[in-house]
């Protein structure tokens, strides 16, 4: 079965590095001041002629409240009014890349992120889809795929119904931890309820899919509180789970301060966490699509692995990879055709280069013919558990065993180990390797050395 996982201890532990998730390759840890605003508009030339679809992505980087354990691009204000000098920027910012794309090119797939997204008020929100509207072919029939994150403590029914409204038909909802020494201990002080009377919301007003974000990993969790979170959430009957691992990098993001490290599970705990929660959600019939993501068998990414189109891109796993991925907003990334380009990460000078009439672009990178193809392994590996070389060399005109040579005994190593099958037509990922996927597409990545790895989380 594609989504079956076995569960051996012993590998975890020799395979649990540190390393990229892979929402991209190479990865964002590559970006560089080299890629500018001429390429984005070169990028978007290219787009319009092939008329791509489009992925959007907005941000929205601003939370009324700070939750210790978030290494998310945001501002923390009560000041609901500075939302209106983003807003003023953004709507730029839409229109400056809007005006470079063709009208036809369908916008298949949005996502509102932050930050939290329903920081905004209605008006706000009303006023910056109908920008999105003015700039871009938003399709009206319910028919793409329109989401947006949503914290329970900042939406009511009122909320939702604007949202539904406005055209979004999936939600996904932090959620984290149930446990009131948990939330405590992280500042997100979340009540079941709150969360419940969301998901209610959300069916009454026939939202398409109910995402659910955890965490396991936090301060003061247990293997035993954990579970009653897994078996709470498992009631509320979300269609898709994200049960991420949190890493606890104070050095790197300061809000993470504030947590007690003495607090923190230790690697045992953490290690049965996940096993506890693999097993509750598979024992309530969702399916590993990997990377920390589970869906119900008829969720569109469950079919889309079945299918072996699910793919991966800045926003996850998607079934729009094959769109051009534009990102709005202070931090955004954009993947248009062979280039990334990532918006500046300063609030101030993302606002104030659109205030002058620029394209807030900081950094980026443009695909090499390695990149492409070291990139299309990864992603049939983490998206497939499969990876057939005819596929690769008939794309490449490459021969895989030998373009592959340096790493094939770290192949051959895993092989003997059990994480994949190895033989001279494709690697298989098998069971036990599948909670390792991360590991085995680090072997392929030509970037990744000691040095910066240690700037990722672990595997597992």
């Known amino acids: 079965m594609l989504n079956a996982i076995h569960w051996d201890s012993n590998l975890i532990r020799r395979y649990d590095l540190a390393g990229p998730r892979y929402t991209s390759y190479p990865t964002a840890a590559q970006f560089g001041s080299q890629v500018g605003t001429f390429d984005l508009l070169h990028a978007l030339r290219e787009s319009r002629k092939a008329l791509k679809p489009l992925s959007l992505y907005v941000h929205v980087p601003f939370c009324a409240n700070i939750c210790y354990y978030c290494a ?12 209106h000098a983003y807003l003023q920027r953004l709507e730029q910012e839409i229109q400056l890349i809007g005006c470079h794309l063709d009208p036809s090119q369908r916008v298949e797939q949005l996502h509102l992120g932050g930050g939290t997204p329903t920081f905004l008020n209605h008006d706000e929100l009303r006023q910056l889809m109908a920008r999105l ?22 939406a009511d029914w009122s909320t939702m119904g ?18 009131p020494a948990v939330q405590r201990a992280v500042n997100r002080l979340q009540s079941l309820e709150e969360t419940r009377a969301v998901i209610e919301a959300a069916r009454t007003l026939q939202f398409r899919s109910i995402n659910i974000d955890l965490i396991y990993g936090l301060p003061k969790q247990t293997p035993e509180n954990f579970a009653r979170t897994v078996q709470e959430v498992i009631h509320l009957q979300p269609d898709r789970l994200s049960v991420f691992n949190y890493a606890h990098l104070p050095e790197r993001f300061m809000p993470q301060r504030r947590i007690n490290s003495q607090d923190l599970p230790n690697p045992a705990q953490k290690l049965a966490m996940l096993q506890g929660t693999i097993e509750q959600l598979t024992a309530a019939g969702y399916r590993y699509i990997g990377m920390d993501h589970f869906a119900l ?5 469950a079919i889309a692995q079945e299918d072996a189109t699910l793919q991966r891109n800045f926003q996850g796993y998607t079934t729009h990879g094959h769109c051009d991925l534009i990102g709005l907003g202070v931090s955004a990334i954009s993947q248009i055709g062979d280039l990334y380009c990532q918006n500046s990460s300063d609030l101030n000078h993302y606002q104030n280069t659109l205030a002058d009439g620029q394209l807030a672009t900081s950094r980026g990178l443009l695909c090499n013919a390695d990149d492409r ?3 299309a392994v990864i992603q049939q590996l ?6 057939v070389f005819t596929d690769i060399e008939q794309t490449f005109n490459i021969d895989f065993r030998g373009y592959f040579a340096p790493v094939w005994p770290q192949l051959q190593g895993m092989a003997e180990d ?28 030509a970037y990744l050395d000691g040095h910066n790895r240690q700037r990722f989380s672990r595997v597992v």
């Open 72 to 83: 998310c691009n945001k501002v923390i204000t009560k000041d609901r009014s500075r939302a």
């Open 133 to 154: 509207r003015q700039h871009f072919n938003l399709l009206e029939d319910n028919g793409g795929d329109y989401s947006i994150e949503i914290d329970p403590r900042e």
């Open 162 to 179: 604007l949202l539904r409204e406005l055209g979004f038909n999936r939600v996904s909802i932090g959620l984290q931890d149930l446990d």
């Open 297 to 301: 068998p008829d969720d569109e990414l």
């Open 373 to 375: 193809l070291r990139r």
């Open 382 to 387: 983490i998206c497939r558990f499969n990876l």
């Open 418 to 445: 059990g994480l994949i099958e190895l033989n001279s037509t494709h690697i298989k990922i098998l069971p036990a390797g599948r909670l390792l996927v991360r590991s085995v597409c680090m072997v392929f990545d």
